[in-house]
């Protein structure tokens, strides 16, 4: 690692992406420190609490990449984990409606899912506001589902290309078409996986898939092999 933070012999595309994870954690803290700030008299102290978890969460994020370690994927309660991301969500404004129950515990890296959600909800913001954006999730055959679902224009392809390729993105956005990228590789990564299918009744709906857990132990889990998948 070189004295700027970034990596010494790193691609162009490696350190857009590690720009692109950098920018976003900080405006996860931002979003979240600015709903501390103007709403804290609206919200109830659990919320003031999950927003203060998030951003420890994002520093912690923004430390392990500027000096990273070896990543563990532990148990942990999914609608825990979300919490923060959805209430960053609504803070800026977008209307969530969260049906994901306690309980459901997955094997993972807490941290990344958040950040996974995190940028799947702004992702609706861009693409579907103000239509609500509905989360829910389901566990099954070992694996539990978090979908994202939004009202926006749905899934667009180019080139025939799938969008979860570094760099592409659809023709309404003005982003760099990394975040929802560098989200599928996080997923893989950890055993898991992000698709994307057309909603029913328009939109798009994202899947988020973690090996399912019913302990609290901490485990070391193999790769997956990503699945191709089309985003708008």
């Known amino acids: 690692m070189d004295?700027?933070?970034?990596?010494?012999?790193?691609?162009?595309?490696?350190l857009l992406e590690r720009n692109h994870e950098l920018r976003a954690s900080l405006c996860g803290i931002e979003a979240a420190a600015m709903a501390l700030n103007e709403q804290r008299d609206r919200l109830s102290s659990a919320d003031v609490d999950q927003l203060a978890l998030a951003i420890a969460s994002e520093a912690r994020r923004l430390r392990l990449m500027l000096a990273p370690?070896?990543?563990?994927?532990?148990?942990?309660?999914?609608?825990?984990?979300?919490?923060?991301?959805?209430?960053?969500?609504?803070?800026?404004?977008?209307?969530?409606?969260?049906?994901?129950?306690?309980?459901?515990?997955?094997?993972?890296?807490?941290?990344?899912?958040?950040q996974v959600v995190v940028a799947l909800l702004d992702n609706a913001r861009l693409h579907a506001a103000p239509s609500p954006v509905d989360v829910r999730a389901t566990s099954r055959a070992g694996t539990t589902t978090l979908f994202v679902e939004d009202r926006g224009p749905g899934i667009t392809r180019i080139g025939g290309q799938p969008m979860f390729k570094r760099g592409r993105r659809g023709a309404q956005s003005s982003g760099s078409g990394l975040g929802l990228f560098t989200a599928r590789r996080v997923m893989v990564d950890q055993a898991g996986s992000l698709t994307v299918d057309q909603r029913p009744g328009g939109g798009a709906s994202f899947a988020l898939?973690?090996?399912?857990?019913?302990?609290?132990?901490?485990?070391r889990l193999p790769r997956v092999a990503s699945q191709p998948a089309a985003v708008r």
């Open 3 to 14: 004295g700027t933070g970034g990596c010494r012999g790193a691609g162009t595309d490696e």
């Open 69 to 114: 370690q070896a990543k563990q994927c532990t148990a942990f309660d999914l609608a825990e984990a979300i919490r923060p991301a959805i209430l960053m969500a609504r803070s800026l404004g977008v209307v969530v409606r969260d049906a994901v129950p306690t309980g459901m515990r997955v094997q993972g890296r807490r941290d990344e899912v958040t």
């Open 209 to 219: 898939g973690l090996p399912s857990s019913t302990s609290g132990s901490s485990a």
